[in-house]
């Protein structure tokens, strides 16, 4: 190639002159302002161009934005990691739930306290027989009217039958049994029967009846309120036969108020193998059959096989 800018051999074009790049005339680039960038018209493609696609016709897979399609493999990533999870852990079985936690979940309000369990009583102390006589008090008031004499054939003892309020009751644990007013502690109670127990063998001197009574004293409590207080109120031989008379009084709280009885418990020998016993209470709302009491007292004896 020549400097002058002509055709090298074996080309007919025609000659144009040779122009350096550093010597060809340049176009200035055109200044672009922002406000031009949000107003520029739209480019019109060159004469022949194919149109361009409508704005999101025919868009494929790889056209998708970069963002969109981090955002769609991440929302399948979390899909397939949710279902991995399942399939690991889906032969374990939850275990042994407590009941209280079952009834805590399915509880609608607020779980019910516990109720409370009431203390026992604590059963009636006994103290310790009088050595000396302490003779029975006569209680004021008339007293019932005698209307007829048990004769407790099975235990071998006699004493009155009294008149209303007082009616003959289920004997048990007795052989014969007398009340006045309902069926429930404290009561009014009169019974007699063969000396509960087995049979206490040779009884020959006062001493050993009053044994005996201490003992039948200590059964009798079972017709009494629980949780009271003993005291004796009389300690003395029975006033025909041979036998021993103890007198009691048991103080105890009712309904929240304190309240007592008073009971006689005697024990009569018969001859038998087993002395005779009976047992009368009344409650201090029942003060007008206290005197009955002292009639019992009184009239017991022994009756002949």
Not at 97 to 102: D, G, R
Not at 111 to 124: D, I, L, N, R, Y
Not at 202 to 209: G, Q, W
Request: hydrophobic share 40%; no cysteine; proline share 14%.
């Amino acid at each position: 190639m020549t400097e002058g800018g002509g055709n090298p051999a074996g080309h007919d074009r025609p000659r144009q002159p040779f122009i350096r790049s550093y010597d060809a005339p340049t176009t200035p680039m055109p200044r672009v302002r922002p406000e031009d960038l949000r107003t520029s018209p739209p480019v019109t493609p060159p004469p022949g161009a194919a149109p361009a696609p409508a704005r999101g016709a025919g868009r494929r897979a790889g056209d998708l934005p970069l963002r969109l399609f981090y955002t769609v493999v991440a929302a399948v990533g979390a899909i397939i990691a949710v279902a991995l999870v399942f399939l690991v852990f889906s032969g374990d079985k939850p275990g042994h739930v407590a009941p209280v936690h079952q009834a805590q979940a399915g509880a609608t309000g607020p779980a019910s306290p516990t109720p409370s369990v009431s203390p026992t009583p604590a059963p009636v102390a006994l103290p310790k027989v009088p050595a000396s006589y302490k003779y029975l008090p006569v209680y004021p008031g008339q007293g019932t009217s005698v209307v007829s004499y048990v004769l407790d054939k099975k235990a071998g003892i006699s004493y009155p039958k009294f008149g209303k309020p007082w009616k003959t009751a289920d004997p048990a644990p007795f052989a014969l049994a007398q009340r006045a007013g309902p069926a429930r502690l404290p009561q009014a109670l009169i019974g007699s029967g063969p000396l509960p127990g087995a049979a206490p063998g040779t009884l020959s001197t006062y001493r050993d009846y009053r044994k005996l009574a201490a003992k039948a004293a200590r059964w009798t409590l079972r017709h009494q309120p629980p949780g009271g207080k003993l005291t004796w109120t009389a300690s003395q031989p029975v006033r025909r036969g041979m036998g021993w008379l103890l007198g009691y009084k048991v103080s105890y709280v009712s309904g929240g108020v304190k309240h007592s009885s008073q009971a006689i418990v005697a024990v009569v020998g018969t001859g038998r193998t087993r002395p005779a016993m009976l047992f009368a209470t009344v409650p201090d709302d029942r003060k007008e059959l206290l005197h009955d009491l002292n009639m019992l007292f009184w009239t017991a004896r022994p009756i002949s096989a």
